[in-house]
């Protein structure tokens, strides 16, 4: 069995690459933008013909929210028109496409058209714990619509997919915002970290875990649609992000003054979701996930530093 992984530096590409070895019996094919820049539809068409994958995950995409906002054309270019070349070459190999997406699709003050949080108490409106993959997105920056247009993209194009949203990513690769801390902290006495964003991190090995748990599973009935569609991703429970920071802290030993801070007194040029905790309920019931509570995945993460 080929599996094909775009995106190999980043960060989960580097997370799969990490666990590949517990996979004996399936051939991966890690591919950096170099090698497969997915926006070139060309060059996915030669990289598919040579390979012939089974599966394709999709782990490229263009993450940097902030400056998406003044350079929306790439944005749109690698997180929709290069899932949508991917889509293309996978239906004409018919190739299960796996495609990693965000909370960021939601802006998360409302969904379904209603009001689904409380600016003031900072909490959810809603009786069920975390955004369903049945609420209806609603981007309110360039980074969630490109990549809300690209699920839209695969959705129109090939049937057999899974697109699976994340949140909060981190891992001992690449760039992130456990690595970020971790540096701040040690040229600083002092960090100021927003409080009234909630959301749920995520430890990219895990995801990757998670993904190949996906790969496993439908590759023992590959004639079965039944379980093809939107899936949540994350680990349990929830956080703000100063909360998170200071997890980060107490974990590592770290002593420092950390102060929280409201959204206001830390302006962005991209929007934040307010809440954007996923409800993980169907992954779990359609494929048996365990997920684990953010704070223990967060400690083998930094034991592993």
């Known amino acids: 069995m080929v599996v094909l992984v775009s995106g190999a530096r980043g960060q989960l590409g580097q997370a799969l690459q990490f666990i ?43 993450t940097a929210v902030d400056k998406a906002e003044s350079e929306p054309d790439k944005a749109f270019d690698i997180n929709t028109n290069g899932a949508q070349n991917l889509a293309e070459v996978c239906k004409a190999h018919q190739t299960v496409l ?32 975390g955004l369903l993959e049945t609420d209806v997105p609603f981007p309110s920056g360039v980074y969630g619509l490109t990549k809300l247009q690209g699920e839209q993209a695969i959705q129109s194009t090939w049937n057999k997919h899974f697109i699976v949203r994340t949140s909060w990513v981190y891992s001992e690769f690449a760039n992130n915002f456990m690595k970020t801390m971790l540096r701040l902290a040690a040229d600083r006495d002092s960090l100021s970290v927003v409080a009234d964003q909630i959301g749920t991190p995520t430890y990219a090995i895990e995801l990757a875990k998670v993904l190949m748990t996906i790969v496993m599973a439908q590759s023992t009935d590959m004639n079965n649609d ?20 200071a997890a980060i802290f ?56």
């Open 250 to 305: 107490e974990l590592s030993n770290i002593k420092i003054d950390l102060q929280p801070i409201p959204s206001s007194a830390y302006p962005t040029p991209a929007k934040r979701p307010a809440y954007s905790v996923l409800d993980k309920t169907k992954i779990k019931d359609n494929f048996g996930v365990e997920v684990q509570d953010w704070k223990q995945s967060l400690a083998n993460c930094l034991a592993k530093l």
């Open 20 to 62: 590949s070895g517990n996979y004996p019996e399936v051939n991966f094919v890690f591919c950096d933008s170099s090698q497969l820049d997915i926006t070139n539809f060309e060059q996915c068409e030669a990289v598919f013909n040579t390979y012939k994958p089974n599966f394709c995950i999709n782990a490229a995409a263009y």
């Open 98 to 129: 796996i495609h990693v997406s965000t909370d960021f699709v939601f802006d998360a003050y409302y969904a379904n058209g209603i009001a689904y949080y409380d600016r003031e108490k900072r909490l959810p409106l809603k009786s069920t714990f």
């Open 226 to 245: 039944t379980k093809y569609g939107i899936y949540n991703f994350s680990n349990e429970g929830q956080c703000s992000w100063y909360e998170f920071a």
